[in-house]
């Protein structure tokens, strides 16, 4: 799921991070996007469907126990001395508490258990002979079958410890392995000792046999998007026979000044990113009565879609994805036995920040018309100021035999007022093309995504898998990025396509978009961090305002002060007023630098990197002073989680 706002999913960013920046194509100053050599001969339809998310519909989420039994020899594991005594910590911790297997696609209750300290007694040895495995199935008890493997072990001298295995098989129930090596039969991904959920029934390996149902909140939904626009699935919390498909664009945004009306002087409320709306589909049946279905992300080529079943025999199937090569639109199409509905509901345009200043107006609602046989909805802007311009969604249908495509286009051309001809135009493109060349092209452009970000992770020894859970999650962010950014784009803000109601409706330069950048580097994506380092490029001269009294006699002060909107309108403050932000711009020009020092020359370094770095280092120079010691200090600044605080004293929190 997106799971959270990219710029509050500080696990992605970290963990990303780390991963990207020691791993993924750490290429000399001389290698770029079209330079790097890449991977050719992948099937990737094939390499990415092992990591498409599931969404499980129909089933309540229970635990369900098996009984376990049966020895089947499992070749090209580590060896080592044998270890009965791993067997009977294991058998004795089974008779206190239950097993639970866990598949990786969800979290369950506990803690993981370490190898027993007798175990971890012993030398471990490399990867020698293969030890075996058991097969545990029906009817035997995980007692018997734990013991069964303890003779199998006191037999095979390499056979050091066991673990329950992390992998499912069609035909098994779990798998228990033996190994030399601590390290690997512990903490690697593909084989774990788990000691989990202490109220599951006795000698019993108990997993969760489902983690569907249907979910109604954001965070928990599949999604798509161009890079421009975008769509989030989650059902109605108010209906139980509606599911909703969120429409964003990630460069909407409100345009108020002292020249518009609706002017507040408070920027989250003055240029804020603004919602779109959502289509509301009528399910053939209740929500609650589904028998049995799914969504599914297919990564390879960025769409989803969805089965839904119901006792009754009706059915609905969904396709929906937004054409890459036509980035303002979006395609939904939906089979279903029983007729269904789908409608358009505009969101109020208006800042969702919390504390709202005295008088600020809402822009009035959208207008809704028919242009050229096409339903249009325009929202006006800055409180309906004509001299804004506007944005709007077109949206039609084409449907027969139980079947429909529906067209939709979101055009934002502000502050020029033609936005509805605009998005009615592309559905009239869409339209004319039909479908199967719109998806043809569609997926063609997907699959020219991925080579350039190939990524292998070593495997545990004796695993032969086509990859790891790590590299499901890299591709799984990569797939995001692709989804949320795109060139010659607008940057990436903290929404992305996927707008939600919240407070954080800006770019935010104290952290959070520095860190969503620097995958892109390492990954070989240098085309999409190109759009920050267009973001900066085109609003120079904000960016020397943003500086305000902060002065060189040699040159051009710049600043970017924390958080601000599309046109960068942000000052930074001065020293001992208020909240003085002086490094965020150096650190987003950080960014820049470590993309121009991964092209194939210096032009980006000599034309924007190295300007912006002289600029933004002007206002640390002029904020400087020498103290008693001779040496060069800089006055306490801010930081913009706690604002004011005297240095040296630790920040609070309530």
């Known amino acids: ?69 049966v020895y089947t020899p499992y070749p090209g594991h580590c060896g080592g001395p044998g270890d009965k005594s791993a067997a009977d910590d294991l058998i004795t911790r089974s008779a206190r508490g239950g097993y639970v297997h866990n598949d990786g696609s969800h979290e369950v209750e506990g803690h993981e258990s370490q190898v027993s300290e007798s175990a971890e007694s012993l030398n471990s040895e490399n990867c020698g002979p293969a030890v075996g495995s058991l097969s545990c199935t029906e009817p035997t008890n995980i007692e018997a079958c734990l ?50 959920n202490d109220d599951a029934p006795k000698r019993r390996i108990c997993i969760n046999t489902t983690i569907g149902g249907p979910w109604t909140t954001w965070e928990d939904g599949p999604f798509f ?19 909703r498909l969120d429409i964003g664009r990630s460069d909407v945004w409100d345009r108020r000044s002292k020249r518009t009306r609706g002017f507040t002087g408070s920027g989250l409320f003055d240029k804020p990113r ?64 029983i007729p269904t509905k789908v409608i358009f509901v505009p969101e109020v345009s208006r800042s969702t920040r919390h504390e709202a200043p005295r008088g600020y107006q809402p822009n009035p609602p959208a207008v809704r018309r028919n242009m050229s046989g096409i339903s249009v909805w325009e929202q006006a802007l800055c409180a309906g100021d004509p001299a804004c311009g506007t944005y709007a969604v077109a949206l039609e249908s084409d449907c027969s035999s139980g079947s429909c495509v529906f067209w939709m286009s979101v055009g934002n051309d502000a502050p020029a007022g033609t936005s509805a001809t605009s998005a009615v135009s592309v559905v009239k493109v869409l339209r004319a093309s039909g479908l199967t060349a719109i998806m043809t092209r569609h997926s063609e452009s997907w699959l020219e995504l991925w080579p350039a970000s190939f990524l292998s992770v070593a495997q545990a020894p004796g695993v032969a898998k086509l990859t790891t859970a790590v590299e499901g999650f890299y591709w799984n962010q990569i797939y995001k990025l692709n989804s949320a950014v795109r060139p010659n784009g607008p940057a990436l803000d903290l929404m992305g396509p996927w707008f939600q109601p919240s407070g954080w409706l800006y770019y935010w ?4 978009i520095q860190l969503q950048y620097w995958p892109l580097y390492t990954a070989n994506r240098l085309d999409l961090a190109q759009t920050l380092a267009d973001y900066l490029g085109r609003n120079i001269a904000q960016l020397t305002s943003n500086a305000g009294d902060y002065t060189n006699s040699s040159g051009p002060v710049m600043g970017i002060g924390g958080a601000c909107p599309y046109d960068v309108d942000c000052p930074i403050g001065l020293v001992g007023s208020g909240m003085p932000m002086l490094g965020d711009g150096m650190w987003t020009v950080h960014n820049l630098w470590m993309h121009a020092v991964r092209q194939p020359n210096d032009t980006m370094l000599r ?48």
Request: hydrophobic share 40%; aromatic share 10%; charged share 10%.
């Open 1 to 69: 799921s997106l799971s959270s706002q990219l710029s509050n999913a500080f696990f992605f960013d970290h963990l990303m991070a780390t991963l990207l920046l020691g791993v993924v194509a750490t290429h000399s100053a001389a290698s770029s996007l079209v330079s790097v050599p890449v991977a050719v001969s992948v099937n990737w339809s094939a390499f990415l469907a092992q990591h498409d998310p599931v969404w499980a519909l129909g089933t309540v989420p229970t635990v369900v126990c098996s009984n376990v039994s």
């Open 147 to 196: 013991d069964e493997y303890a003779k199998q072990c006191d037999k095979n001298l390499q056979c050091h410890s066991f673990g329950i295995s992390k992998v499912w098989h069609s035909d098994t129930i779990a798998q228990f392995y033996g190994t030399s090596n601590r390290s690997v039969a512990v903490n690697n991904s593909d084989w774990a000792l788990y000691i989990r």
């Open 225 to 243: 998007g161009s890079g421009l626009v975008g769509g989030l699935f989650r059902f109605n919390a108010t209906s139980n026979r509606t599911l």
């Open 274 to 337: 603004l919602p779109i709306g959502h289509l509301e589909i009528t399910l053939p049946d209740a929500v609650s009565t589904m028998a049995s279905g799914e969504f599914r992300t297919h990564l390879v080529n960025g769409t989803v879609t969805a089965i839904m079943r119901w006792p009754s025999g009706a059915t609905m199937s969904i396709l929906a994805f937004a054409p890459y090569n036509t980035p303002s639109a979006l395609v939904l199409t939906i089979e279903s036995t």
């Open 509 to 512: 330069f104290d952290l959070n």
């Open 607 to 654: 034309d924007l990197v190295y300007p912006l770095m002289d600029a933004h280092t002007q206002v640390y120079l002029d904020a400087a002073f020498i103290g008693a010691d001779g040496k060069y200090h800089l006055p306490p600044t801010s930081s913009p989680e706690y604002p004011n605080q005297e240095r040296g004293t630790t920040p609070t929190t309530t």
